[in-house]
């Protein structure tokens, strides 16, 4: 079964620097896809971003962009220039590619705070 | 506007009294499911559709039931809460698996059973 593993239960930046949160996931198939979401107190899960796993190129959305190492089966979310609307909990999440692809395995969330 | 819609918000209700979690969704998605969201577990699929009467077991199914007599529509069940099922609960929806995208989630029901 895949897993999906988020080791930072929470992470600390100073408003316009720059945070990464790490992901690491397991699976023994090829075709899949990940995700970020983003959950803000209102608790709304917001896609931030998303990779294809045969793409090499790492995905990239504004501010927000991944590094997608498919090898060591890690896929981390950096946030540029953070700001006061990032702090949230971010989840971490696999799909498998085809027609089994109906579930997302998420990871356990990583919450981001922000400071002033 | 596209949207997952699911009520109630918030429902507080006593062990054993059965109970049912709306949810609907009018982007003509094949894929709806259900997940729960506790604490450092991030969010465990429940049960999920694949279309239309097609539906099966997620990670998590004891003591939930689910029907899908119409494409919208994704009801969540329990028909003998415990105080264990105590949790924030999300409907999703998506097109069918061979779209790259993730699910649209409705805005989540947090259930609590005394």
């Known amino acids: 079964a895949q897993t999906v593993t988020q080791s930072q239960p929470e992470m600390s930046v100073q408003e316009a620097e720059t945070v990464t949160l790490s992901c690491t996931y397991d699976?023994?198939?090829?075709?899949?896809?990940l995700f970020w979401y983003k959950q803000p107190p209102s608790r709304q899960m917001i896609l931030v971003i998303r990779q294809e796993a045969y793409k090499q190129q790492n995905a990239t959305e504004n501010r927000f962009s991944v590094n997608f190492q498919k090898a060591a089966k890690s896929f981390s979310l950096k946030i540029s220039d953070s700001q006061l609307g990032d702090a949230a909990m971010y989840f971490c999440a696999y799909r498998l590619g085809g027609a089994a692809g109906n579930k997302l395995t998420f990871g356990g969330g990583t919450r981001v705070l922000v400071k002033p | 506007e596209a949207q997952v819609t699911q009520n109630p918000r918030y429902l507080i209700t006593v062990t054993g009294k059965k109970l049912t979690v709306t949810c609907s969704q009018n982007?003509?998605?094949?894929?709806m499911s259900w997940y729960r969201q506790d604490p450092g577990l991030g969010l465990r699929q429940i049960y999920y559709s694949m279309n239309v009467e097609v539906t099966d077991k997620g990670d998590v199914p004891e003591g939930y039931k689910v029907s899908r007599k119409e494409k919208r529509n994704f009801p969540l069940i329990l028909e003998s809460p415990s105080p264990n099922q105590t949790s924030l609960y999300f409907c999703?929806?998506?097109?069918?698996?061979?779209?790259?995208?993730?699910?649209?989630f409705g805005s989540g029901t947090r259930l609590t059973v005394v």
């Open positions: 982007m003509n998605h094949e894929y």
């Open positions: 999703a929806s998506s097109f069918n698996a061979a779209q790259n995208y993730g699910y649209t």
């Open positions: 699976t023994s198939e090829s075709d899949y896809y």
